[in-house]
């Protein structure tokens, strides 16, 4: 992050003659396991989450309005494992000149159409945080990139060039129950790919609006973002590794039956094993989705989606054991009350192939303008702890939060 850092300092000195803004929040986040289980690796006992966040948002832009910046960042203390750290969520120098608009460091890049099912959107997320019960922003994390944003009648470009390679943020064994294939192998290394000019992630999206339709295409040229896994037989060991990834892909959406109807597909081709023939790999597939969302009644919307992959071969070992085929069903419904100082949200996931769902009902009231506060809960379910949602059935949670603004 030397390269954002030193970026963002010659904006701020760009900047001195135009508007710097400050603002931030505390917040304080707990969530307790509701299982009465414990994982094998466990801390924290049945919490799953306790911290105290501090939230610092600055951003500043010259007064011609071309040269920009922001930061965004947090402290917080984690209470589960008694530790005090910093997330970097976002760091990055701007300038705009005409229909281009370039950034330069660390920002989050939303793509895509799909409700908490992401094909397309090939960046990273923290699915740790998400099932934690931390607020929806929290579910994407930054890229350290540069991206070029084109803009014109004819069709809007938006390049992101990545060199240095960030994973998701899965849910640790030390807080939550996860299927492990390897389980009587205690040795664990992990191998991401190495920051050079060869190994730059490249994501491009096109754009436009025709006939109706936001249409938009996608081209990615990088790596998975979930690790695959092979032994070592050497040592042994589990060495955990970032398989090459190629994905393209396509989203339409339009206003249609007093809603809108959203359409996403995407190929995912390993290339790392083409045909399909190392275990340890995942294998090529195709990526779906369709969805409809409307408002069913007065601060009442309703959303309902389905989700599909297909396999070119057998599930690699390392993934959960399942058919070539899977598909899930998912719905959410957002209900505001008394000037929407309430906001009531369900959203839930049921998987037919798998025979697993996933429930998170939510509440939040806004007491102020600047202090509010919500409560929810993580629900897992399934017959076979292989499957997606199955694997993590020990770790239903219920969580609070509350924030305050300033």
Same mark, same amino acid.
């Given at each position: 992050?030397?390269?954002?850092?030193?970026?963002?300092?010659?904006?701020?000195?760009?900047?001195?003659?135009?508007?710097?803004?400050?603002?931030?929040?505390?917040?304080?986040?707990?969530?307790?396991?509701?299982?009465?289980?414990?994982?094998?690796?466990?801390?924290?006992?049945?919490?799953?989450?306790?911290?105290?966040?501090?939230?610092?948002?600055?951003?500043?832009?010259?007064?011609?309005?071309?040269?920009?910046?922001?930061?965004?960042?947090?402290?917080?203390?984690?209470?589960?494992?008694?530790?005090?750290?910093?997330?970097?969520?976002?760091?990055?120098?701007?300038?705009?000149?005409?229909?281009?608009?370039?950034?330069?460091?660390?920002?989050?890049?939303?793509?895509?159409?799909?409700?908490?099912?992401?094909?397309?959107?090939?960046?990273?997320?923290?699915?740790?945080?998400?099932?934690?019960?931390?607020?929806?922003?929290?579910?994407?994390?930054?890229?350290?990139?540069?991206?070029?944003?084109?803009?014109?009648?004819?069709?809007?470009?938006?390049?992101?060039?990545?060199?240095?390679?960030?994973?998701?943020?899965?849910?640790?064994?030390?807080?939550?129950?996860?299927?492990?294939?390897?389980?009587?192998?205690?040795?664990?290394?992990?191998?991401?790919?190495?920051?050079?000019?060869?190994?730059?992630?490249?994501?491009?999206?096109?754009?436009?609006?025709?006939?109706?339709?936001?249409?938009?295409?996608?081209?990615?040229?990088?790596?998975?973002?979930?690790?695959?896994?092979?032994?070592?037989?050497?040592?042994?060991?589990?060495?955990?590794?970032?398989?090459?990834?190629?994905?393209?892909?396509?989203?339409?959406?339009?206003?249609?039956?007093?809603?809108?109807?959203?359409?996403?597909?995407?190929?995912?081709?390993?290339?790392?094993?083409?045909?399909?023939?190392?275990?340890?790999?995942?294998?090529?597939?195709?990526?779906?989705?369709?969805?409809?969302?409307?408002?069913?009644?007065?601060?009442?919307?309703?959303?309902?989606?389905?989700?599909? !992959?297909?396999?070119?071969?057998? &599930?690699?070992? +390392?993934?959960?054991?399942? $058919? #070539? =085929?899977?598909?899930?069903?998912? *719905?959410?419904?957002?209900?505001?009350?008394?000037?929407?100082?309430?906001?009531?949200?369900?959203?839930?996931?049921?998987?037919?192939?798998? !025979?697993?769902?996933?429930?998170? &009902?939510?509440? +939040?009231?806004?007491?102020? $303008? #600047? =202090?509010?506060?919500?409560?929810? *809960?993580?629900?897992?379910?399934?017959?076979?702890?292989?499957?997606?949602?199955?694997?993590?059935?020990?770790?239903?949670?219920?969580?609070?939060?509350?924030?305050?603004?300033?």
């Amino acid at each position: 992050m030397r390269c954002a850092a030193a970026g963002v300092l010659l904006m701020w000195a760009g900047c001195v003659h135009g508007e710097v803004q400050i603002h931030g929040f505390l917040m304080g986040n707990l969530a307790v396991r509701t299982t009465g289980e414990r994982p094998p690796r466990g801390e924290g006992g049945a919490f799953v989450l306790g911290e105290e966040r501090l939230r610092l948002d600055l951003s500043g832009a010259a007064a011609s309005g071309r040269v920009s910046f922001l930061v965004k960042g947090d402290l917080f203390h984690d209470a589960v494992s008694n530790r005090v750290d910093g997330d970097l969520r976002e760091a990055y120098a701007g300038f705009r000149g005409g229909p281009l608009d370039l950034r330069l460091g660390r920002q989050i890049v939303t793509w895509g159409a799909g409700d908490l099912f992401f094909i397309n959107d090939v960046f990273p997320k923290d699915w740790e945080s998400f099932f934690s019960g931390r607020p929806m922003e929290y579910l994407k994390r930054g890229v350290d990139a540069v991206r070029a944003q084109y803009s014109s009648p004819a069709v809007n470009l938006d390049l992101v060039a990545t060199p240095f390679f960030r994973a998701d943020a899965l849910p640790s064994p030390k807080r939550f129950f996860l299927y492990d294939p390897f389980a009587g192998i205690a040795s664990r290394q992990e191998r991401k790919p190495p920051a050079r000019a060869a190994n730059t992630e490249v994501a491009l999206r096109l754009s436009r609006r025709l006939a109706g339709f936001d249409l938009s295409l996608y081209g990615y040229r990088g790596y998975w973002r979930m690790p695959a896994a092979s032994v070592e037989s050497e040592v042994p060991a589990v060495v955990r590794f970032y398989p090459r990834l190629l994905v393209w892909g396509a989203s339409a959406q339009r206003n249609w039956l007093a809603g809108v109807v959203s359409l996403e597909a995407g190929r995912y081709g390993s290339r790392d094993d083409r045909r399909g023939a190392n275990p340890a790999i995942p294998n090529s597939e195709w990526r779906m989705l369709a969805g409809y969302q409307r408002q069913l009644a007065a601060d009442l919307t309703g959303n309902v989606q389905f989700y599909a !992959e297909i396999v070119d071969q057998s &599930p690699p070992l +390392s993934a959960a054991a399942g $058919d #070539r =085929f899977r598909g899930i069903l998912s *719905a959410r419904l957002t209900q505001f009350l008394r000037y929407q100082s309430w906001r009531l949200s369900l959203f839930l996931a049921y998987s037919p192939t798998g !025979e697993d769902f996933f429930l998170q &009902p939510e509440i +939040s009231h806004r007491l102020t $303008d #600047r =202090f509010s506060v919500a409560a929810g *809960a993580n629900i897992f379910a399934g017959r076979r702890e292989t499957t997606f949602f199955g694997r993590m059935r020990k770790s239903d949670n219920v969580y609070i939060s509350a924030r305050a603004d300033f």
